[in-house]
Structure formats: C-alpha cells, structure tokens
C-alpha cells in the first residue's frame, strides 16, 4: 500500500446530484481513512454560477469557472462529472482521462451515444471510468452485473428505470387517474419536468437500456439501436382491464440476448401481477436479471433524487480511491468483447393486446379471427365488453408472434369498416 | 498486466454447490480469456470418495484425497472451499492463506463464528478473501454493501435469508396449510432437510445476519450475538388474522444499527403487505437494506441451490482472477474498523401481536389493557375474536415498546386465571 495522505478529486457540477455529492463526501469523512485508507478531498467544484453556488458551500473558494485550472491541476486525480448533456460534458471527460485522471460520471446520454469513445480512451490511459449512478440511480447494477453476475451468460435485463414514468402508471392504477391528469401531478409534485418528453416517451429509459444491453451482453448497443415507445397513449381503460386479465401495465427497458441477435427496446408492457416487478411502484426502480446459473435476480432501490443518484456516485469515487490507495486502476474496463447484431424490432416477437372499438354486427368477430388467421397471429384470450347498440368492444390477447405479422394484421384491421378505431396495442410479455 | 496464460484452482467439495461451480466454469470457459484476461482451470477437486465423483467429471485426473498436495502446489492460486462445516474446512482456508493462496467460501458457519481469524490472515498474507455466496446465495449482497453502498451510513438490513422456511411460510398463507404439513411439503420437495432444525429455528439465518451486520456496520458481530427464534409455533390462525390487518408473516434476518448498539437478530415478523418483502415467496430471498444517501434498496434472489449459489462463487473466483492479471490482491479486505456493542435483545424496541384465549366474562378486556398500561406498552389495535359461550379469543398489536416490559406484561399474563393460553406472541415490524 503506497502512502496516500489525501486523494483529490474535482466536481463538475454543482446541481442537484452534484450537491447531493457535496454532502454525502462531507458526511463520510469522520469515517474515510478507517474505510478507504485514505481521505478524498474535493479540491475544485467546476460552476457556472460562482454566487449563486456560493450560496450551497460551506468554503467558497473551492468553486471556479477555469476547467484548464482543474485539468492542470496534477494533485487532482479523480474527476466527477455530473453536468449533464453531450457538451461540455464530454469534452471535459474525455481531456481528464487523457490527462490520465479517473472519473465518473452520471452522464446517461453521453455514455448511450459514445460510450465506445469514452471505455476506449478510458482503457488506453488506463484510467479507471465508473458510471454506476447512470442507470437505475442508487440501485447497484453495474457493478453487480460486471462483477458479481461475471459467471453467468445473461439472457434477459427488463427494468423499471423511469420514476416519473412509473409514477405516473401507479396513479393511474391505484387511482384510476388518466394520462393527462397523473402527468399534470407528477409535475405538480416535482416527478416530472416541464418538458416531459424524455421521460414520457421512453427517451430517458432508452439511454439506459443501451447501457444495460452493452454491459450484460458484452457487446455495444447505442441509443439508436433502441425501439423507444412511450406512455401518452396508455388509458385507465387499459389499465382497468389489464387488471382484470391479470397483468399491470408498466414501462419497461427490455434487453435480450437471442440466437439472432440482441433485442433492445423500451416500451409499455402488460406483466403479470405476481412478477415481482408488477409490484414496484411510485417512483421507485428496480432492475431484473436473468442468468444461466443465478437465475431470476431482482435490484430495487430509487432510480433517481439528488441522495440516491450521489449515493451510487460517491460508491464509484470509493472504488477509485481504493484503487488508488493500492495501485490498482484499470482493473476492469470495457467489457464489450463480442460483436452482435441488434435485431430489428419489426423481427422480434412478442405477445399483444389489442383493444379496438367495432360494429355491433353479426360476423365482427369471425372477421377480427379471420385477419389474424391469415397472419398466422393466434389468439390467446378474447373478450367482448360494451357491448351497447351499435357499438361493442373487443379485447384480445395474442400468443407470440412476430412483430412484422401483427402489424399486417393491423394494417388490415384499419382497412375494415366494421372496426372503428384500434384503441390501444400493449405488448405483453412473454 | 503481466503475462498470465492461465491461473489454475482447487475445489475443495464436489457437493451440489462444488458441483455447480464445476459446471459454470466450464461453461464459461470459451469466454474466459476475453473477459478476464486470462483462462481459469480446476487443476485439482479434493473429494472424499473418488469413486464417485468420478461419475460427475470429465477428466477424473483432477481428483484427489489429497490436501497437503494441493497446499504444497506453487501453481494452485486460488482455493475454492465448499466443504461445509467447520473443520476441516476451517484448518483448509486459514492454511491456503498461510500459503498465500486466495480464497473464496461459500462457508456461512464458519464465517460468522471465525471471521476475524479469517479476515485478519486474510489480511496479513495480502490474500483476497471472498465470501459472497455465503450470504443469500446467487444475490449480490456482500459486494454491493461494501463497494457500492460504501457512501451511505447503513441503519438496517433486514432480509428472507432462508428459503426453506420462506417456502414454508408462503404454502401456509397461500394454502393456509399448518406448519407441519408445509414443512413435510418441503422435506418432500427437496426444500428442507430430514433434519430442518437449522432452518426452521432459524439458525442458519442467524449466521447470515452475523456476517450482514458486520460488513453493514463496519463491527464485528458473531453468530454467538444474533438472538434466534424460529417459526414453528406460528400458525394458520396468526397469517389469517394478519393478513385481516394488513401485514404477512415473514421469518426476518434484521441487523439495525441504532445509538447505543447493534441489533441483530432472527424471528418471524409481521410486515405491511405493502412492503417489498412482503411478496418475496416461495423460496426465494431478498435482502432489504436502508442507507442514509440510498434511502431503501433491495436485492431479491435466489438464496439457495446448486447453479445460483456457484454463480456467486464464480463470481468471487472471477475477481481474484483480475486481481491476479493485474497484481492488484488484498483490495478490500476487513471492513469491521468500528467496535460497537450489540444489544441484548430485552433492550430491543418493537412491536408485538399477541393472540390470546380468554374467558368470556365481563372485564377481561379490561384487565388485559390495565396489566399492559402498567408495563407502560400502550396497544394500537386489539380484536375480539371467536366469542363463542364461556371462551374468546383476543388479538391485539401493541405500539412500540421495550422488549422487557413487554416480556413482564407476558408474564403477568400467565398468572391470570381468566387466560387461558398465550396462543402467539410474533413481533410487528415498526
């Protein structure tokens, strides 16, 4: 062990997960030495704001607005990046690294877009690069997956890695509030951002399952590679009779490994209410893992706020210090060994709810029965309801099926004068 | 990193975990290299009869009866003991170390009764000693507590560490079976041994929480410390009426730590239905834990079982096989830098539901309040239940109170003529 008095490290960002940062080093610090062998010290914290951040420190002269100070600076080894965005972000960490500094970072769209350029410049300075606090916020998943689940060849990750999304979902279940109405709370209440979009629509939880398909697979999956389908369509209705067929209706990152490639998507889902991860709800995430040899593993915690997020943050700053302490950086980089396709989502398969608005006439049903025959759709469970006059609603469950012959089914299904509307489509999983 | 074409092990045991470790090596062999750098190969399994672990390998070359032959091997660089018990598998690690081998166990006995032994040889021979599958079996508990939760000031761990009684408990609610029907259920199922004592009463939970408390809370703590009670005495009768007031019936591991100690501890426990533990069945388990940043996080698994157990094992191989590509051994050793007094469990504060029979006469309500009002244990919700001629029944939960002057009601109890019979005393989660 090379003696160490302190290690220094610099934050970048001064936000809420910044702040949430600030505090979780200051509240650790009785306890540093005992715990890492040696003290961290935040020399420099990178802000926009001098004022306004002088406000949040107890010792103001640790801000500055001078990156080039901070990457001159040789004393500071570890350096946090928690601003956000594409740029300065990854200018900065990609100059730190090469200036043969450690970081970590929370960066979700920057590790999902050039996660590649990042793990390369990371292993060729042989700097260690930790992003647990990316996905899943203070939920342990990283480190689990490249570590402790090493010994398994991974088939399936699916997670609720969107609070605001999931939410929203829970007070639509729970209460059975409307889209709209449960959006318009969450903001009320802080869960979701004036411009929702990233969430709603799956965008925020895309990024996170490129991240997840990369390190379970071993092998580089980007935020283009993912189908993204959001929650703005999803209606109590559906809700209420998912409910009664027996499934909650989440959204989900999903993440598989098959003979012909990897899957990658983020969309609603039907799920049986006994899966353990129906019953994950508010704000609350939660990641499930599927093994060859562990099994069904489960990773549940708070998926985003400023404590959690800092949490998984200063878990990653303790590594490198530890790492630091002994020698020892570099020690595991890039996973990404294999080279596999990803698989069109119009080429997966999946299981479907249709919920379509039809005529009141002799035949309906024979004719729905018919469409899906003829696209070698077959159906699992089907169920008439309002039926009122003129009017009737059909509600159907499909086996598995490939996404490519559903569709064709619903081009025809929106050909046909006896059905008025196609009200809702949810994959169900499978 | 130095050159290494491959790092070689022993296996101590080739029983159902030793067996599963096995396979998943060889499972994971055509990826090893690209993964960790290098080729991992069993050069010798230490058996008893080799006649029969014959059937089981391939290349039966690697048996042996041999220990001295494997200790005295320079090129053997990891033992991987899975005999179970105490001796010799304790004499095996404590001797692999003194060699300068590393060592991982799945060896929960031993290591709640002799981890500091284990941890400090470990620690002055600079050896990596690793111990996840001991602890909840294929979860990541122990890494994730030490490496990505080292932020946080850990309150509470709590946890399903034992899925024979898990299993148990889930067919009485389910199926409302008595105990002793749940539990043949699972001798015959293959879930609990001819002898289940060490389960049901609650032992083998009792190490788990051992060794969570003391990697939780940076303090040694020994089985000796852990207060143990089972779940034999806990009836159909008791999850019906829980159930009626909101909680299932779990048997829980809880270590807390709290101002003037630690608390740890083994024992059914009445949870909210609404509480992630609550709907962990069958038998698998999950570990709950509470951090001052991270706010409450689970982890939820399979706690048992040949492949899930040799996943955490492998797991544990896995990183000292980096380690040794990178020179970088003896990372993170013994955290137990604090020295904290555990509790004595009559110092604890909970909750209790008592279900009690009763005679049916005027004021034995009364009579029951007043003796629990004199032991200052105020009561949140009380029934009557089963009034039926000269007999009833009343269940009640009392608000928190010191264990003690809830033991001194209890006794008081007894003495009463119009008592009957304390039927159930189970604690409630607070």
């Known amino acids: 062990m090379s003696e160490k008095r302190s290690v220094k490290a610099a ?6 997960v910044g702040y949430g940062v600030y505090k979780v080093l200051r509240r650790q610090s009785p306890e540093m030495e005992q715990k890492l062998g040696t003290a961290v010290e935040l020399k420099k914290i990178l802000v926009r704001n001098l004022e306004k951040a002088a406000k949040k420190v107890e010792d103001s002269s640790v801000l500055t607005t001078d990156w080039q100070g901070i990457l001159k600076d040789p004393e500071i080894e570890i350096v946090i990046e928690l601003m956000g965005g594409m740029e300065p972000a990854r200018t900065c960490i990609l100059e730190a690294m090469k200036a043969g500094k450690h970081v970590v970072t929370a960066n979700k769209d920057l590790l999902a877009a050039d996660g590649k350029e990042l793990m390369d410049t990371a292993d060729s300075h042989h700097c260690d690069f930790f992003f647990e606090a990316a996905v899943a916020g203070g939920i342990p998943i990283i480190r689990p997956l490249k570590q402790c689940l090493a010994g398994n060849y991974i088939s399936e990750v699916m997670g609720i890695i969107n609070g605001t999304t999931n939410f929203i979902l829970t007070k639509m279940t729970r209460e059975g509030m409307e889209f709209a109405d449960a959006l318009a709370l969450a903001q009320k209440l802080g869960y979701a951002e004036a411009d929702p979009t990233a969430d709603i629509e799956g965008l925020d939880a895309g990024r996170k399952v490129a991240i997840l398909a990369s390190i379970a697979f071993h092998s580089r999956v980007t935020f283009d590679d993912v189908y993204t389908e959001g929650i703005t369509k999803i209606s109590a209705r559906d809700i209420c009779y ?18 012909s490639g990897i899957e990658a998507r983020v969309h609603p889902m039907m799920i049986e209410s006994a899966h353990p991860l129906a019953s994950v709800n508010d704000s609350y995430n939660a990641v499930f893992v599927v093994g060859d040899a562990v099994g069904d593993t489960m990773f549940y915690g708070r998926g985003a706020g400023e404590m959690p997020t800092a949490s998984a943050v200063v ?5 490198i210090v530890r790492n630091l302490v002994h020698g020892t950086c570099g020690r595991i ?11 069109a989502m119009d080429e997966t398969a999946n299981r479907y709810f249709i919920r379509m608005q039809v005529e009141n006439t002799c035949g309906v049903l024979a004719a729905v029965a018919k469409v899906l025959g003829d696209n070698c759709v077959s159906v699992a469970q089907m169920i008439q309801k309002n039926v009122c006059g003129e009017h009737a609603e059909i509600v159907l469950i499909t086996d598995r099926v490939k996404e490519r012959h559903f569709r064709d089914s619903l081009q ?15 994959r169900v999983q499978s």
Request: contains cysteine.
């Open 333 to 343: 980089g890039c996973t990404c060994y294999r080279n596999l396709p990803v698989i």
């Open 315 to 319: 878990g990653d700053v303790f590594d």
């Open 242 to 259: 998912a409910k009664e067929m027996g499934y909650d209706i989440k959204l989900l990152g999903v993440a598989r490994q098959t003979d």
């Open 412 to 426: 025809t299904f929106m050909e046909m004068e006896v059905i008025r509307e196609i009200s809702s489509v949810i």
């Open 11 to 16: 934050l970048l960002g001064l936000g809420t």
